[in-house]
């Protein structure tokens, strides 16, 4: 955490396909989509769930057997428009995505876990020079309706937001609803998948706090009544 309500509204897409009554890009594509990072005390969410699906949607995309891991840490530093450990946009990196893109993590690894957001580097952690720039051809917002987003993960993971409370926090496993608890800010997340269990539909969501945390770093929440806001917006990168 956190994010913050964009400056410039994304007008929402229509997607229109045949989606299956269940989808878990985990079990579909693990190569390409099973990778759980930790964003540690940056609220960098916003990179880190930008960068999740760019990095699972160009492996898809690719048909690569095995995933490319893109550098979070580059889009901190370098990211002119969002505001480092201190929050971002979800529109607004797709958008940086596009003009700026990103080098991999193996040039520029994550160095503001700390909380304090680090310079963009000009030089490659070995020092070499960063020569593997990679930028998303374009992106859309798809969460005009459930059925839109469901139709749009069938090219692959989401980057989504939704509002913490404070029984998220404590999330261990299961489909998650609020209940209880104060408002603790906006967080920002990928969609996998989705499926119902006992009659109650769910999205799969990769979350950025390390496998430890909830269903070995992913959650299940209520899908189709917009449960603290994860269906407001949602962003499907572009290659």
């Not at 005390?41 to 898809?60: E, L, N, V, Y």
């Not at 909380?115 to 990679?134: A, F, L, N, Q, Y």
């Not at 209520?222 to 806001?229: D, H, I, P, Q, S």
Request: glycine share 12%.
């Amino acid at each position: 955490m956190p994010i913050m309500k964009s400056p410039v509204k994304v007008a929402k897409e229509v997607i229109k396909g045949d989606a299956p009554e269940s989808l878990d890009w985990r079990t579909k594509n693990a190569a390409c989509v099973d990778t759980i990072r930790n964003q540690e005390q940056c609220g960098s969410c916003w990179a880190f769930s930008a960068i999740a699906a760019f990095s699972d949607r160009k492996c898809i995309h690719d048909g690569a057997k095995k995933r490319t891991a893109y550098s979070e840490e580059y889009v901190i530093g370098c990211d002119p428009i969002d505001q480092g450990c201190n929050g971002g946009y979800l529109s607004m990196v797709q958008m940086v995505l596009t003009k700026m893109g990103t080098t991999t993590l193996k040039c520029v690894s994550y160095k503001s876990g700390s909380g304090i957001t680090g310079s963009c580097p000009t030089k490659c952690d070995d020092g070499s020079d960063i020569t593997e720039i990679v930028r998303s051809k374009s992106y859309k917002n798809v969460c005009s309706s459930v059925e839109s987003a469901k139709a749009a993960l069938v090219n692959g993971p989401l980057t989504t937001g939704f509002t913490v409370y404070m029984d998220f926090e404590m999330y261990t496993g299961g489909i998650y609803h609020h209940v209880y608890g104060s408002m603790m800010g906006g967080h920002a997340v990928e969609i996998v998948g989705y499926g119902s269990e006992d009659g109650v539909d769910y999205w799969i969501v990769k979350n950025s706090w390390g496998r430890v945390w909830g269903e070995n770093g992913y959650f299940r929440i209520m899908r189709g009544t917009n449960e603290c806001g994860i269906e407001d917006a949602c962003f499907a990168t572009i290659f």
